[in-house]
């Protein structure tokens, strides 16, 4: 089991909980890249895997609690790519940043899942990303998963009511039937799978 787990790699939702604060950049990402490849990396390892998420070398020298939020997700997408995992989970990774360095982010997500040719578990509520990123889409109601299928199919053609009510919701109508249970439109998630990227 340890060794499966070890392939699995989570970026969170807020990246200024999931990195210690007070610790440098450049020791966070080595433990990351220690622990995946079972030795100690080097200062031109650290350097390489900053290249890979576009982070400015100075940052190594720097504590998490002084990098912005789009710096410290680059820093937890690299954590997450060290050592190339098998699966990469993206909870969320840009609804706690600013709007203008969302976009970068997903670029960058994008293009790390495809040299890395990791499988991708996308989770988000904000069906833009979802168009934007994923080609297969699976809808939760209450931890069960009501609707799967490719992206375009299930957003423009969706067959499951809570399906229907979460695109009405983000469209701005209100569409029936409502879906028992449900509470307000927008509750409960949304989990994409980036098996592949456009």
Do not use: W
């Not at 904000?126 to 080609?135: I, P, T």
């Not at 299930?154 to 229907?164: E, F, G, I, M, S």
């Amino acid at each position: 089991m340890t060794r499966y787990l070890s392939n699995i790699r989570i970026v969170f939702q807020n990246p200024a909980s999931a990195l210690n604060r007070r610790r440098k950049i450049g020791k966070q990402m080595g433990r990351s890249l220690a622990l995946a490849t079972g030795k100690r990396s080097s200062v031109t390892d650290l350097e390489a895997l900053a290249d890979k998420v576009r982070l400015p070398h100075y940052n190594l020298d720097n504590h998490a609690r002084s990098l912005s939020g789009g710096l410290l997700q680059r820093v937890a997408i690299a954590c997450a790519i060290a050592g190339q995992p098998e699966v990469i989970v993206f909870d969320e990774p840009t609804s706690a940043l600013d709007v203008s360095v969302q976009a970068d982010i997903l670029n960058l997500i994008v293009e790390q899942v495809r040299k890395t040719q990791a499988a991708a578990i996308f989770v988000t509520h904000d069906l833009a990303v979802v168009r934007q990123v994923v080609d297969r889409v699976m809808v939760l109601f209450h931890g069960e998963a009501v609707e799967t299928g490719y992206v375009d199919d299930v957003l423009d053609r969706p067959q499951h009511p809570y399906t229907a009510r979460l695109l009405a919701a983000f469209s701005g109508e209100d569409m029936r039937p409502e879906v028992a249970g449900a509470g307000p439109s927008t509750n409960g998630p949304t989990a994409l799978e980036l098996s592949s990227v456009r």
